[in-house]
């Protein structure tokens, strides 16, 4: 149980242009999901969290009107990177947890998607 | 906010021995800290949660242990196999957020 798919698993895109990612849960439903960036050799860093049905809450640093999430749906949340840019290429991976904030909550990550912007 | 290290870059040990891995964080002590396991081109995937009133908490080959006086964790491989190399993670909640440490890569030998 508690899976959590992401898709696409990779794109390649052109400059300019925007791409999408779907992150689902597949087996539950997810009150809350977060939006994580990773490049290589360095940790997860969280973008987003965003509730379903409410605005997403962006970590500073983060340009919301680059990177749009939509959480429509306790089992659905896109991030769609708006006009990339090479920079914008990495690893994003969402994650999603049953119960939001609750102290003993795991969140359930998914297997990430590779951006490539040239 | 707290700052999260992770012993070392990298682990290479020798298949059947025991690797130690460690994380410190700065400030407060977090009510649970988390160990996770990333595989190349993967999403981590939760290990172990250990509260900050335990002690110690196991899962078939994995051990870890909390010392808030120390604000460290250890997290204990015993009779490594091949298939335990990986990325391993540790994360702590801090502002009802997860921050991760940067990893420790652990190969295991043949």
């Known amino acids: 149980g508690a899976v959590v798919s992401q898709h696409p698993s990779w794109v390649i895109c052109k400059s300019g242009t925007s791409v999408k990612i779907e992150c689902r849960s597949l087996?539950?439903?997810?009150?809350?999901m977060f939006w994580y960036r990773q490049f290589p050799k360095q940790s997860l860093m969280l973008m987003a969290t965003?509730?379903?049905?409410?605005?997403?809450?962006?970590e500073q640093g983060v340009e919301k009107d680059k990177f749009l999430i939509n959480h429509a749906s306790l089992t659905l949340s896109t991030l769609t990177v708006t006009s990339a840019h090479p920079e914008d290429s990495s690893f994003y991976i969402c994650?999603?947890?049953?119960?939001?904030?609750?102290?003993?909550?795991?969140?359930?990550f998914g297997p990430g998607t590779r951006l490539t912007v040239l | 906010s707290q700052k999260i290290e992770q012993n070392s870059e990298a682990l290479n040990i020798q298949e059947g021995k025991t690797a130690t891995l460690t994380c410190n964080y700065t400030?407060?002590?977090?009510?649970?800290l988390q160990w996770y396991r990333q595989d190349p081109g993967r999403g981590p995937v939760f290990l172990l949660l250990?509260?900050?009133?335990?002690k110690e908490k196991r899962k078939e080959r994995l051990k870890v242990t909390f010392d808030t006086t120390l604000k460290q964790s250890l997290f204990h491989i015993t009779a490594s196999q091949p298939a335990d190399s990986a990325t391993y993670l540790c994360?702590?909640?801090?502002?009802?957020?997860?921050?991760f440490g940067a990893g420790t890569t652990v190969t295991v030998r043949a």
């Open positions: 994650s999603a947890s049953l119960l939001g904030l609750a102290d003993t909550d795991t969140q359930y």
């Open positions: 087996d539950f439903q997810a009150t809350t």
């Open positions: 994360a702590l909640l801090e502002d009802y957020k997860l921050s």
């Open positions: 965003s509730n379903e049905g409410s605005k997403a809450t962006y």
């Open positions: 250990i509260r900050e009133n335990e």
């Open positions: 400030n407060y002590s977090p009510a649970y």
